[in-house]
């Protein structure tokens, strides 16, 4: 009848436990900050009631599972499940135990390992997360579109991986969306000023080079005239090579020329 599990910061080594997979009632399980390796095992969508899920910050590896993906309680978007807690109290030289039920947000921790690959599009599919933090790892590719269906979560956090692109500009529609952060990344483009995007700090965008907006030093208008201007120059400098080339070839064969009229008339 184990609901929640809390072994964090225990210097657990090895792949994630086996043993795990035969506590089907459990619901939350946190091995934050130990020494665990190897990928995510496929059984944890076999855990049918887990809905909090924390193995940050441990030496895991390999892609984000599909089997990451079909864990039931992270698809609903219904309330998560009441977990009671046993709450001993001491009342007048009698020692009693009150059951309290507590009710904690859907999230889902992978921050802090060395996950690679690309965010799987599928993510977009668990609709009841509050919190999704996939910061400090490997990741590549483009932020996928399906993040957009989110529509519960509340915090979003894509900081210090390999991100490419753009940002999605449907994030904006996630309007319960408190904390968010995408530094550290190969990030591009112009940075959305709508919606919930507008309240962010310049730091939940730092550490992108090509990305611009009101909200970071890189105004997109000076930009993109600092590009234009760029390019006009390199143009302007190609043109001028071409010129000099073809002036210096007619000049040297107008010389030559010139030698051969003159050796013939005065030869």
């Known amino acids: 009848n184990l609901q929640v599990l809390y072994i964090n910061h225990c210097s657990l080594s090895g792949k994630i436990p086996d043993w795990l997979s035969k506590l089907p009632n459990l619901g939350m399980l946190f091995l934050q900050g130990n020494k665990l390796t190897g990928p995510i095992p496929e059984w944890i969508s076999s855990l049918n009631f887990l809905f909090s899920l924390d193995i940050s910050n441990n030496s895991l590896t390999g892609e984000i599972p599909s089997a990451l993906i079909e864990m039931p309680m992270l ?17 007048k030289n009698q020692f009693l135990q009150y059951l309290k039920p507590s009710a904690f947000p859907k999230e889902l921790n992978l921050a802090m390992n060395n996950f690679t690959g690309m965010i799987p599009a599928a993510i977009g599919r668990l609709q009841g997360l ?90 997109c208008g000076s930009a993109e005239a600092s590009s234009v201007s760029i390019d006009h120059i390199k143009q302007i400098g190609s043109e001028a090579i071409i010129f000099m080339t073809a002036f210096g070839v007619f000049f040297v064969v107008g010389v030559l020329y010139d030698q051969k009229v003159l050796s013939r008339h005065f030869g």
């Open 130 to 219: 509050f919190s999704l933090n996939l910061s400090s790892n490997r990741l590549s590719g483009e932020i996928p579109e399906q993040i957009c269906n989110l529509t519960n979560l509340q915090m979003l956090d894509l900081s210090g991986n390999h991100l490419t692109g753009k940002i999605p500009a449907a994030l904006s529609n996630l309007h319960f969306l408190s904390r968010f952060n995408i530094s550290n990344n190969d990030l591009e483009g112009t940075i959305p000023n709508v919606g919930q995007f507008s309240t962010f700090p310049d730091s939940s965008f730092g550490g992108n080079q090509k990305l611009c907006g009101p909200m970071v030093a890189n105004h």
């Open 75 to 91: 698809e609903s978007d219904n309330t998560a499940p009441k977990v009671f807690f046993e709450l001993p109290v001491w009342n």
